[in-house]
């Protein structure tokens, strides 16, 4: 009997084999990963670095700060001198001075920016995040420029009276290194601020205004209480940077006005009395130290 072809679309007949499908390859054992998680190194010896680095550049030197201020007398010479209890209440008194004025000039100057509308308002608002990186002697410099015994205003004055000199001589006074603080720490202030009153729900000025309160009243009433956490943080923060300002000093060169690290300056460098430049660098720590201990605090309670 011939044999009958497949034709095109038929399937073939069954045959009654199926086919077995290949054997899954054996795994090797993994022992790599396990091996690499046992020889992993403790979480402290990647601390080892970044401490050590840490103990060159910060602690040792310190610690020789430290070592020479406790030389035989030297802090009873030194806390008994008038030139420390000078220097000691001038730092103090420039240093809550300018925080007072950074705290009112910032408050007022960041609702303005805030609350109220007008063309710019986002780019001073930009601005200030630069201008927080500006070095401070560069502000010395612009006032210097402005209002310096050879500045614009004074030149200004001669030009058009014919004296020989000008009016503006308050940069070489204590009041001048307090108008370059307040001038250059208030921006300080506004960041925190502007930050606090972003998060400030616009309806509750509303309800306040449409129950006729006044722009002053609303400031005080519902602005003014949401701002303090913000006002804490960022006036401790100029506190703290206040008391260890030197560029500004140097810079206006103001007469009479010695902060302690303008005498910590003049002992090591212009007298040479390395023993007393110690003791009184310890003291400005300790005082650093402090109120930066106290930032921190207020600043976790802020959010900040």
Not at 126 to 141: E, N
Not at 235 to 260: D, P, R, W
Not at 268 to 275: G, K, R, V
Request: net charge neutral; proline share 8%.
């Amino acid at each position: 009997m011939a044999s009958r072809g497949i034709g095109l679309g038929e399937r073939p007949p069954a045959t009654g084999f199926t086919p077995t499908p290949p054997a899954p390859a054996e795994r090797l054992p993994t022992t790599g990963a396990k091996d690499d998680a046992g020889r992993s190194l403790p979480s402290w010896v990647w601390a080892l670095p970044p401490v050590a680095v840490l103990a060159v550049v910060f602690l040792y030197p310190l610690a020789l700060v430290v070592r020479e201020s406790l030389a035989p007398g030297a802090y009873a010479d030194v806390l008994a001198s008038e030139s420390f209890r000078d220097a000691l209440v001038t730092t103090v008194w420039l240093a809550v001075a300018s925080t007072a004025g950074c705290l009112v000039l910032g408050f007022v100057l960041a609702v303005v920016i805030a609350f109220v509308p007008f063309p710019g308002a986002k780019a001073v608002s930009k601005f200030i995040d630069v201008f927080l990186s500006f070095p401070s002697f560069l502000i010395t410099l612009a006032l210097l420029f402005l209002y310096g015994t050879v500045g614009m205003a004074n030149g200004l004055w001669t030009d058009v009276t014919g004296d020989a000199a000008g009016p503006f001589r308050f940069l070489s006074t204590p009041w001048g290194v307090l108008l370059a603080e307040i001038t250059y720490f208030t921006p300080f202030v506004m960041r925190p601020l502007l930050a606090s009153f972003s998060q400030l729900e616009t309806a509750q000025l509303e309800v306040a205004s449409s129950l006729g309160a006044r722009p002053l009243r609303i400031v005080r009433q519902v602005i003014l209480p949401e701002a303090l956490p913000a006002l804490a943080a960022g006036g401790s923060l100029v506190l703290v940077m206040c008391l260890n300002e030197f560029g500004i000093v140097l810079f206006t060169g103001a007469k009479g006005v010695t902060t302690l690290p303008m005498l910590v300056y003049g002992k090591a460098i212009l007298e040479s009395d390395y023993a007393a430049a110690c003791v009184v660098a310890v003291v400005n720590v300790a005082l650093s130290v402090g109120l930066y201990v106290l930032y921190r605090g207020v600043s976790r309670r802020a959010g900040a």
